[in-house]
């Protein structure tokens, strides 16, 4: 590093000494440095975003995150809090972290993406390793969704292959073509790796407004009798949101989703 950045130096600083080295030379000296540059990962991740930047993940400050950013949803909180420091503390999670997320249009899903995002990598939303996939914007047309189902599969193939910590975000689920959650669902197992490339580090949460009037139901319970919003557990919203999605045609795949928090992370 220290003969590339010397090499870059005198470059710079001796313009009359350059005037008088052939072009050739001069090309063939610059491709050495900048070879250097770019094939020395530390010192490229100064000036680009790396995937392996960030191998850590601050609790607390994602916590301040979460309690100074979201309001009135104390379930989401203890979930993403637990499940995401969990998950990126430990060094090797036996299959991907599934997150999935549902309520009515406004109550924060697209806002805690974007929370999380955002601690684990600096460019949030905007990073290289985020991929968001709306349903209704990209995969809009039923009569197309086996070439969806194979562009899907190889984006998400690629870009894990890439950067092992890929985040992939789905919104609207409820709205997804079920083949389309079919061809997610072997990526979300307890699989070492399929055809050679490991899912165990990546992260999938989905979005969903299935189950947001059974959710506002066991809230309306809870007010009736007398009891506080925060006295809810993830427990009491589980079975409302189990029967929504099996009800939802396009939702059956959410279902692993919504028991491996439950069991994985004792909420």
């Not at 950045?5 to 000494?17: D, H, I, K, N, S």
């Not at 440095?33 to 850590?56: D, H, N, W």
Request: glycine share 6%.
């Amino acid at each position: 590093m220290k003969l590339s950045w010397a090499a870059l130096g005198l470059v710079l600083l001796a313009p009359l000494a350059v005037r008088a080295v052939e072009p050739i030379s001069l090309g063939l000296a610059l491709a050495g440095v900048l070879t250097g540059y770019i094939s020395y990962p530390r010192l490229y991740c100064l000036f680009a975003e790396c995937c392996s930047q960030k191998q850590s993940l601050s609790r607390d400050a994602l916590q301040k995150d979460l309690d100074s950013k979201l309001f009135g949803q104390h379930l989401a909180k203890k979930v993403i809090l637990n499940a995401v420091s969990g998950f990126i503390s430990n060094p090797k999670p036996k299959k991907p972290l599934t997150l999935s997320l549902h309520g009515w249009t406004g109550t924060g899903k697209n806002f805690v993406s974007k929370i999380i995002a955002e601690n684990i990598y600096e460019g949030g939303l905007n990073s290289d390793y985020v991929h968001l996939f709306v349903a209704t914007l990209h995969f809009p047309h039923v009569s197309n969704i086996t070439l969806y189902k194979d562009q899907l599969q190889s984006w998400i193939r690629g870009n894990v292959s890439a950067c092992a910590r890929s985040i992939f975000i789905f919104d609207e689920m409820d709205k997804m073509h079920a083949g389309l959650i079919d061809a997610i669902k072997p990526y979300l197992d307890y699989y070492d790796n399929l055809d050679g490339v490991s899912y165990q580090k990546a992260i999938f949460v989905f979005l969903s407004n299935a189950g947001a009037e059974r959710i506002t139901d066991v809230a309306l319970d809870f007010w009736r009798s007398g009891k506080q919003r925060e006295e809810i557990k993830l427990r009491d919203m589980e079975h409302a949101l189990s029967v929504s999605a099996f009800n939802n045609k396009n939702m059956h795949g959410l279902l692993i989703t919504v028991t491996s928090l439950v069991a994985e992370h004792g909420l």
